[in-house]
């Protein structure tokens, strides 16, 4: 399983993709970067002498974080859609089900892989707000709390990306179907806040990912909010597991 992360890993940095999107990702949130800290240097002078005024933490990294997440959710179906899609449309797919692995560790290498993949892009967007505490005080409590909120966010478009290119041969359709289905999750809770029944507003409101990342980006940690990404991502991997194994039945 390992083994099959670590080449899945590699046959992404070999895909000019992978570069264009770390590339682009790191030119975007550096422009907000520094724009964020042009405002603050602009209004230091003002919210100094309030009480309790946000500092360098709320006002610059966790913006940031924000805009990754955003950012994240346009740039994960470009890189999930390949992972099986591309494998059945070059007809290699049936090659790999052949393979000593079980469905099992061929989806988790895969899904291990990709996840690598963007912890390191975290880790490079990450380097901006903290070259923040060489000249401020940082919050690193609530920039942690940003970063978990991070990291089980694009855990999770990875799990639902995997899934949906099971689906399909056509990686563009993995793809447009990948973001259309985490945009849904995304704003989900606003049929929440209408006039629907009372039970499906509440359903509506834990279906989206908007309202479990929100709280971690805050610096409020909580297990419900945690719980919330690792059920969603157990119940995607468990899907392409199963989907996987009915092709290698068949």
Known sequence: MLIL????LYRLFLSPLAWVILALSQLILAYSFLTDIDYFIQIQAKISAIPGAPGVTELIAM??????????????PLITMRLIAEDRRNDSLPLLLSAPLSTQQIILGKYLGTLGFFIILLVLISAMPLSLALGSELDFRL????????????ATFIAIGLYLSCLTKQPAIAAISTFSFLFLLWIIDWAGDTQIAAE?????????MLR????????????????????IIAA??????????????S
């Not at 913006?63 to 994960?76: D, F, I, M, Q, R």
């Not at 499906?200 to 989206?208: D, V």
Request: no cysteine.
């Open 63 to 76: 913006p940031l974080l924000s805009n990754t997440a955003t950012l994240l959710l346009l740039l994960t």
């Open 5 to 8: 992360a670590r080449n899945e």
């Open 236 to 249: 995607f991997l468990a899907l392409a597991i199963r989907k996987l194994d009915s092709e290698r039945l």
């Open 143 to 154: 920039f942690l709390s940003g970063i978990i909120g991070l990291t089980l966010l694009v």
């Open 212 to 231: 479990h990342f929100e709280p971690l980006l805050q610096g409020d940690v909580n297990s419900s909010d945690i719980a919330y990404f690792f059920i």
């Open 200 to 208: 499906s507003s509440g359903l509506f409101n834990w279906l989206s």
